[in-house]
């Protein structure tokens, strides 16, 4: 039955009028019980019935605006994935049609593919750990009442507020090897020989007790400039759980003799766990698919050439929409299966804990 | 037992307890110089000469002597008299992002009530449909709607770029107000129903007003986020200069050969401030709109 009304409700072509004439009836709600049902059927708007009308009417223009917006521009491009579509031509194309599965082979025969998730996946994983842990430290940092502590919290999300543009270029300068703060004060005070072109090497030798290794030292910025831009936001989230974690759990263990690492990893740690695991999710979702910050940081030269980088290169510098749009279409997937892996092993997991 | 712990001079609880109040300032000045610096960093190079820069890439301040405006003034100035252009920059991401407000709260509003209010079939299920578009990466929305967009026509314009905003901006916005939504107590909606309120009315004159720090958050949160946005700017408006955002604007003026670095700081000044500006008016607001909820779990 609650099919039926669905459809109903849901394909029809003025949806937006209905609510009002529902919910005019929703006001004198007692005094004419089928009042508006001129049929015989017993009770055809009920309260619930008339509530669903409603929510179907009131959810439809948005969802019809993501539909414009989201769920068709993500179809076409399944479409486009497999059609041998280039810029140039596309404006007399047809939607279907020139279909091919050239567009997959190029993605994964071209050179530095999968080097280039790999990269991705190592960005991911390392701006995700470490927003969330500096965004952990901080809360635990700014949990307790200290003078100026809301100046400082404020300040705090001022990388995750400003744009990234201008962010992108103080961090550019500022690691320069011409003319970078990090570069003199690196020479001045810890003695370095070199400037060191952080944003711009490959990989760069460290030597450590006398062993030499190489660090990948591009990628390791550009995970840096992440963690410092998305910190406020793991923070933002963890300090709001940590205040309203019920003192007396503390107070008791405090009272037990459990030292601050013991407090934090048997009492708060398990408060945060279900946050933790939503921001991790979060943050790996929008890492993952980013694109602004090392197209402005390093273009995606020196060992930084993540996915998304590339797909904007397959767009703009050979105009081959067919190849761009396989390209993310491969990138979704990749990061669905990754999810589903982690909601298989963890989903089920977290929702005991919770 | 009691004999065994006064014989510890230095229980473990207490040493950490030490060490912890130690390392908790060490922390919040390591915090307030990360955050803080690059900020500082980028006024201090936009009032300095870029000799100044060069000559003592290290000093942190700057002299009164050289103290300049210079840079801003470049920046401002219309392109026809040699500057930049910055000004229409500002106006143009005014613009879109206002417009991005807008329409995102238009197309959200309704939804999020939605979602939160009433019981319909389908309900929970459109809630998570709205965060699952985050799971699509903008690059792949990016590419049709790239072709789309030079279809009809509408590459280049603002009001093109202010719809794919909406792309970004609509679930966020859904997650944020539904929230809200459903901390107002429904006793509150019924008894305007009572006094003869349509469900129209209800929302208008009731739920909305109520509503109002969180739509405000929300739409701040829209704003900035339209602001700040630099992947469709560069891929609609690249080949269109006069409708340019300051993002882009400022990105196009670092690939120019001849801009100073100082110059360059100038334009970051100018793109960070009114976003800056805005959070700051409203942190508390924003803060709260963003993690309501996030207590709860």
């Known amino acids: 039955m609650t099919h039926s009304t669905t459809r109903e409700t849901d394909g029809a072509p003025q949806p937006a009028g209905r609510p009002e004439a529902d919910a005019a009836g929703d006001g004198r709600d007692g005094g004419r019980p089928g009042g508006t049902a001129p049929r015989g059927r017993r009770g055809p708007l009920t309260a619930a019935r008339r509530e669903n009308r409603a929510g179907l009417a009131f959810v439809t223009p948005t969802l019809v605006v993501v539909g ?3 769920v068709l521009p993500i179809l076409w491009t399944v479409l486009l994935a497999f059609q041998d579509a280039r810029l140039v031509d596309i404006q007399g194309m047809g939607l279907l049609g020139n279909w091919t599965l050239d567009n997959f082979g190029a993605v994964f025969g071209s050179p530095g593919f999968w080097s280039s998730l790999w990269t991705t996946l190592l960005y991911t994983v390392g701006a995700t750990a470490g927003s969330i842990l500096l965004g952990l430290i901080a809360a635990l940092a700014l949990r307790e009442p200290f003078r100026g502590r809301g100046l400082l919290r404020g300040s705090m999300l001022l990388p995750y507020v400003a744009p990234v543009v201008a962010v992108a270029f103080v961090w550019e300068i500022a690691l320069s090897p011409q003319f970078g703060v990090i570069n003199e004060w690196g020479a001045e005070l810890l003695g370095w020989d070199d400037p060191v072109a952080f944003l711009s090497t490959r990989s760069y030798e460290v030597a450590l007790f006398g062993l030499h290794f190489e660090i ?15 910190f406020p936001f793991a923070f933002l989230f963890l300090l709001a759980r940590l205040q309203a974690v019920p003192d007396g759990l503390e107070e008791a263990a405090k009272v037990d003799g459990a030292a601050p690492t013991q407090r934090f990893r048997h009492v708060l740690l ?4 279900p946050v933790i695991a939503l921001l991790c999710v979060l943050r790996f979702i929008m890492t993952f698919n980013k694109f602004d910050d090392i197209y402005l940081l390093t273009g995606g030269g020196s060992g930084t050439d993540v996915v998304a980088v590339r797909v904007y290169e397959f767009l703009t510098a050979r105009f081959d929409v067919g190849a761009a749009a396989a390209q993310a279409l491969v990138l979704a997937v990749v990061l669905m299966v990754l999810l589903g892996l982690y909601f298989a092993f963890f989903g089920k997991k977290v929702q005991e804990e919770s | 037992m009691s004999d065994a712990r006064s014989q510890v001079p230095f229980s473990r609880a207490q040493f950490e307890e030490r060490l912890f109040g130690v390392l908790r300032w060490v922390v919040i000045a390591f915090l307030a110089v990360i955050t803080l610096a690059p900020f500082y960093y980028m006024v201090l190079l936009s009032v300095k000469p870029i000799d100044a820069l060069l000559l003592d890439p290290g000093r942190l301040w700057v002299s009164t002597k050289e103290f300049t405006l210079s840079t801003y003034e470049e920046v401002l100035k219309p392109t026809s008299e040699g500057g930049q252009g910055f000004l229409d920059m500002l106006y143009n991401s005014a613009l879109a992002s206002v417009g991005a407000v807008v329409l995102t709260m238009l197309a959200a509003i309704p939804g999020s009530y939605a979602v939160s209010r009433l019981r319909f079939f389908g309900g929970r299920h459109v809630s998570a449909l709205f965060l699952a578009v985050y799971l699509f990466p903008a690059t792949l929305l990016a590419v049709p709607l790239f072709v789309m967009f030079a279809r009809m026509g509408l590459q280049g314009s603002l009001v093109g770029l202010a719809i794919v905003y909406i792309a970004q901006t609509v679930p966020v916005s859904i997650y944020m107000m539904k929230n809200y939504f459903v901390t107002i107590p429904f006793s509150i909606e019924e008894s305007a129903a009572l006094d003869g309120c349509s469900r129209l009315q209800i929302i208008r004159k009731v739920v909305l007003p109520l509503a109002a720090p969180s739509l405000m958050a929300t739409g701040l949160y829209i704003f ?34 001849e801009v100073s670095k100082t110059v360059l700081m100038a334009g970051s000044v100018v793109l960070t401030i009114p976003v800056v500006v805005l959070f700051l008016a409203a942190e508390r607001l924003l803060t709260e709109g963003l993690t309501s909820g996030a207590d709860k779990s």
Do not use: K
Request: aromatic share 14%; charged share 5%; hydrophobic share 60%.
């Open chain 1, 216 to 230: 990948p030292l591009a990628l390791l910025t550009v995970v840096a400039f992440e963690t410092w831009r998305y």
């Open chain 1, 68 to 70: 414009v917006v989201v």
């Open chain 1, 270 to 273: 398990p408060q945060l766990m």
């Open chain 2, 224 to 257: 900035m986020i339209a602001w700040n946005e630099f992947l469709f700017a560069l891929l609609f408006l690249a080949a269109t200069p006069e409708s340019w955002t300051v993002s882009l604007g400022l990105q196009q003026l670092a690939n120019g050969v």
